[in-house]
């Protein structure tokens, strides 16, 4: 029987159509979990919960929700995650025929997603964001996975090839993560929460998302998806699970993105935990594009800087030495990409293929970038640490753990 439950954590349902208000305190949040809703006639539990954080995200929230509902699979809870959003979220929710739990501050999409796991009932987890629509399969696709493989410890998908905006940077942005997921290995080395889900115990075992790492939209999914790894966990990509993306990409908040909320923490994460995967976004292509792009541009500024005259021209043959050496980095660097470049052409037409290579040259020049900054920054962190007496690094761990 289909069931949409929201959780709120002052409120106890006692029958349909009414809820009685409690005296308790409000939850205080623990990590990994919040207080368990106690109930006079205690529902069966069911297979699947469904984790939805939500910050302002009232008008995508809507077709998720609707999504949600038009769903092939019925058992499953859905646990929608109001991170103290200042918008219409609650009455949407309501519209929908559900209460949402609210968090005690504005926690991140991290803290949101562990919040909600302190409410859910089922053994697995199901984390879809506010801005993404399931297919009426999805959820079915989901249990039939786990039932299939008791060692399965977690599953995600990607985009569909049809987002929701047309402008070419949301096209662009959403097909890519599409061809990247859809190309990748099946038995993954990280996980997402775009639409991912997780066994609970699994979950708790390796702590979650670090909600105190990542306070921001951030890379809390692939973090915990090392950890799984690591751990001897088995991540699976499944490539028949593909949802709707609902967000409008420009090219400010695309670059943005790009650099600060992923290239600079999972450059920094792959740093520190020394493990640089070569999978997704950065298999062996993606490396030697990195550094062809980088190459490319180094040769169009001598170029530049040659004809404003800033550098000296030895002669007309070295010039068509160096635009021969530049036209032969660009054509490497079609050449290696080629198959990411036709399945573009062959979704929206060879004219937008064109425009998304420079679009992805720019993509790999400023990761490239953000990977070589970050890592001089760690050598010489770690230069000036050898630098400094062991014996001031103890004094400094004593004040701290006096000062604690």
């Known amino acids: 029987m289909f069931r949409l439950e929201i959780c709120l954590p002052t409120y106890i349902n006692c029958q349909e159509g009414s809820s009685v208000e409690t005296q308790s305190q409000q939850p205080v949040l623990r990590p990994l979990d919040a207080p368990v809703r106690s109930q006079v006639?205690?529902?069966?539990?069911?297979?699947?919960?469904?984790?939805?954080?939500?910050?302002?995200?009232?008008?995508?929230?809507?077709?998720?929700?609707?999504?949600?509902?038009?769903?092939?699979?019925s058992d499953f809870e859905v646990i929608v995650v109001n991170d103290c959003s200042t918008d219409n979220t609650p009455e949407i929710a309501q519209k929908y025929g559900a209460h949402c739990t609210r968090t005690p501050r504005t926690l991140g999409p991290a803290g949101a997603r562990n919040w909600g796991t302190g409410f859910a009932q089922a053994r697995i987890l199901v984390f879809i964001d506010a801005d993404v629509v399931l297919p009426p399969k999805a959820l079915g696709l989901i249990a039939q996975e786990f039932e299939r493989d008791p060692q399965l410890a977690a599953v995600f998908g990607s985009y569909d090839e049809e987002p929701a905006w047309d402008n070419f940077l949301s096209q662009y942005k959403n097909l890519m993560h599409c061809y990247v997921h859809q190309n990748s290995n099946e038995t993954a080395t990280t996980f997402w929460a775009g639409c991912g889900a997780i066994r609970k115990v699994a979950f708790l075992d390796?702590?979650?998302?670090?909600?105190?790492?990542?306070?921001?939209?951030?890379?809390?999914?692939?973090?915990?998806?090392y950890r799984l790894v690591q751990?001897?966990?088995?991540?699976?990509?499944v490539k028949q699970l593909q949802v709707k993306h609902l967000k409008k990409w420009t090219l400010r908040n695309l670059v943005r993105t790009d650099i600060f909320s992923r290239a600079v923490p999972w450059t920094r994460?792959?740093?520190?935990?020394?493990?640089?995967?070569?999978?997704?976004?950065?298999?062996?292509?993606a490396r030697v594009s990195t550094g062809l792009v980088g190459l490319l541009s180094l040769?169009?500024?001598?170029?530049?800087?040659?004809?404003?005259?800033?550098?000296?021209?030895?002669?007309?043959?070295?010039?068509?030495?160096?635009?021969?050496?530049?036209?032969?980095l660009a054509g490497l660097l079609v050449a290696l990409n080629w198959h990411?470049?036709?399945?573009?052409?062959?979704?929206?037409?060879?004219?937008?293929?064109?425009?998304?290579?420079?679009?992805?040259?720019?993509?790999?020049?400023?990761?490239?970038?953000?990977?070589?900054?970050?890592?001089?920054a760690q050598m010489?962190?770690?230069?000036?640490?050898?630098?400094?007496?062991?014996?001031?690094?103890?004094?400094?761990?004593?004040?701290?753990?006096?000062?604690?």
């Open 41 to 73: 006639h205690e529902p069966a539990v069911p297979k699947l919960s469904v984790i939805i954080p939500v910050y302002n995200g009232g008008l995508q929230l809507s077709r998720c929700l609707e999504g949600v509902l038009r769903s092939e699979y």
């Open 340 to 376: 990411m470049y036709s399945f573009f052409g062959k979704r929206r037409g060879w004219w937008f293929a064109a425009r998304v290579v420079p679009m992805h040259w720019f993509y790999y020049l400023y990761s490239g970038a953000v990977f070589v900054c970050c890592g001089v």
């Open 380 to 404: 010489a962190r770690l230069f000036i640490a050898s630098l400094v007496p062991a014996s001031w690094n103890s004094r400094a761990d004593s004040r701290r753990i006096r000062t604690r």
């Open 206 to 225: 390796f702590g979650g998302f670090d909600a105190a790492r990542y306070r921001q939209p951030s890379i809390e999914d692939i973090d915990l998806g």
């Open 269 to 285: 994460l792959i740093l520190e935990t020394r493990h640089l995967p070569r999978d997704l976004n950065l298999t062996s292509g």
């Open 299 to 328: 040769s169009c500024l001598i170029l530049l800087l040659q004809a404003v005259g800033l550098i000296p021209t030895v002669s007309l043959g070295r010039i068509f030495g160096e635009l021969g050496v530049t036209a032969l």
């Open 231 to 237: 751990g001897g966990k088995t991540i699976r990509l």
